[in-house]
T-cell receptor, first 111, second 115 residues
Framework: SQQGEEDPQALSIQEGENATMNCSYK?????LQWYRQNSGRGLVHLIL?????REKHSGRLRVTLDTSKKSSSLLITASRAADTASYFC???????????FGKGTHLIIQP | DSGVTQTPKHLITATGQRVTLRCSPR?????VYWYQQSLDQGLQFLIQ???????AKGNILERFSAQQFPDLHSELNLSSLELGDSALYFC??????????????FGPGTRLTVL
């Protein structure tokens, strides 16, 4: 099964609202990353949070990490139509396993 | 534009055939990663090369192989293709060796259709 699981699978909100998506994982991690993918395109790195960090900001993005609950959340504030995309969390568990991606949250911003 | 290039963009072939996907990493990046994305399996890590050597291996089938050349470009070879191999194949690159996986830069992908 996937190391990272995003929740919800799909989210539709009005432009200007905030969007929150969550990621849960199973094993200890070195870091957790969030990526965005526009339909059929390559993934774009958004933010990386290390296991010893609890919160990180980048522009309209806020990421939190709770290692005791093995979960992370991505908050996008003041959403825009251009934020419509799939959002993936990816975990680095170290060793030779590479990054493990969840199945993503599909976010739709209604104008 | 991530700086990672992949060719071809689209590939249509028949079952049993063999294809080669090509990737050029961002200038200066020594690590190349290959991923397969399909509707049912999601995004699966296949393999990583660092400066010409295999560094990490994921869910890569024995029918698949990859290599990284001295100029750092990489090729993913898929043989004895099956219908289930139809997917988007992404290449990504990063500056790190993979002991800790940092930001990866993804190419636009190759869409493989096996008929």
């Amino acid at each position: 099964s996937q190391q990272g699981e995003e929740d919800p699978q799909a989210l539709s909100i009005q432009e200007g609202e905030n969007a929150t998506m969550n990621c849960s994982y199973k094993t200890s991690i070195n870091n957790l990353q969030w990526y965005r993918q526009n339909s059929g395109r390559g993934l774009v790195h958004l933010i990386l949070i290390r296991s010893n960090e609890r919160e990180k900001h980048s522009g309209r993005l806020r990421v939190t990490l709770d290692t005791s609950k093995k979960s992370s959340s991505l908050l996008i504030t003041a959403s825009r139509a251009a934020d419509t995309a799939s959002y993936f969390c990816a975990t680095d568990v170290g060793g030779a396993d590479g990054l493990t991606f969840g199945k993503g949250t599909h976010l739709i911003i209604q104008p | 534009d991530s700086g990672v290039t992949q060719t071809p963009k689209h590939l249509i072939t028949a079952t049993g055939q063999r294809v080669t996907l090509r990737c050029s990493p961002r200038s200066g990046d020594l690590s190349v990663y290959w991923y397969q994305q399909s509707l049912d399996q999601g995004l699966q890590f296949l393999i990583q090369y660092y400066n010409g050597e295999e560094r990490a291996k994921g869910n890569i089938l024995e029918r698949f192989s990859a290599q990284q050349f001295p100029d750092l470009h990489s090729e993913l070879n898929l043989s004895s293709l099956e219908l289930g191999d139809s997917a988007l194949y992404f290449c990504a690159s990063s500056a790190t060796s993979g002991i800790s996986y940092n930001e990866q830069f993804f190419g636009p992908g190759t869409r493989l259709t096996v008929l």
